[in-house]
Structure formats: structure tokens, C-alpha cells
């Protein structure tokens, strides 16, 4: 089974970077997409984006579709989530999930395996 953990979240200030990383262990990693979520705050659950077994992106959330660069490396099991200019919409708890396809759908899918999430604060 796919194990999944989160990590590089923090306090930062509007308009910084930040990356998160998604390491994964198993061999499920091989042939999974691995998507990324955030739940603010009395908000729902928001997909972000989402990377494909060969590192083919796709952007769910149209907010961060200009501001996210995403990296698979399949030798470490990691995937990164980049984020520029954030801004305090973006403070959450991000999750990293994943789900034995190789593709990423073009809308949000509802991914089986998840890690615990991260805080990302963004505040001046």
C-alpha cells in the first residue's frame, strides 16, 4: 500500500515561495498519480493539481494554476509542490495524496491514499 508523508510547511509572508515535498514509500508509487489538496478553515477540501506517472501535470484549482510548478522524481519517491506569491488564501493544510493510475483526470478525483497534511500559513 502506498504511504505518504508531508513536509515544508510552515509560517511564511505574503508574496514568499514555498515547497512542499510528498514522500512516498512502496512500490505503488511506481505507477500512481499523486495529486495535491488543501482544506482552509471552515472551507472544503480543494484539489489543487495533480502529477502523472510520467511527470505530466495537470492544474485543478484555477487560483494557484499560475503560481505552482510540481516535480516528480520516481528513483526517490518524492513529488514537490512549489508555490509562488503566496498570499493569505493560500494558508491551509495541504495533503498530498495518490491513486494507481498513471494519468492524472481532468477534473478532481477523489484519490484512495493520503498522507497526514502540513500547515501552511501565510501572514504578514
Known amino acids: 500500500q502506498l504511504q505518504l508523508v508531508v513536509s515544508g510547511g510552515g509560517l511564511v509572508q505574503p508574496g514568499d515561495s514555498l515547497k512542499l515535498v510528498c514522500q512516498a514509500a512502496g512500490s505503488e508509487f511506481d505507477y500512481s498519480a499523486i495529486g495535491w489538496f488543501r482544506q482552509a478553515p471552515g472551507k472544503a477540501r480543494e484539489a489543487v493539481s495533480c502529477?502523472?506517472?510520467?511527470?505530466?501535470?495537470?492544474i485543478w484549482a484555477d487560483s494557484v494554476a499560475d503560481r505552482i510548478w510540481m516535480t516528480r522524481d520516481n528513483r526517490k519517491k518524492t513529488v514537490s509542490l512549489q508555490m509562488n506569491d503566496l498570499n493569505a488564501e493560500d494558508s491551509a493544510v495541504y495533503y498530498c495524496?495518490?491513486?494507481?493510475?498513471?494519468?492524472?483526470?481532468?477534473?478532481?478525483?477523489?484519490?484512495?491514499?493520503w498522507g497526514e497534511g502540513t500547515q501552511v500559513t501565510v501572514s504578514s
Open positions: 502529477i502523472a506517472t510520467d511527470s505530466k501535470r495537470t
Open positions: 495524496a495518490g491513486a494507481p493510475i498513471r494519468v492524472c483526470p481532468r477534473v478532481p478525483y477523489n484519490m484512495p491514499n
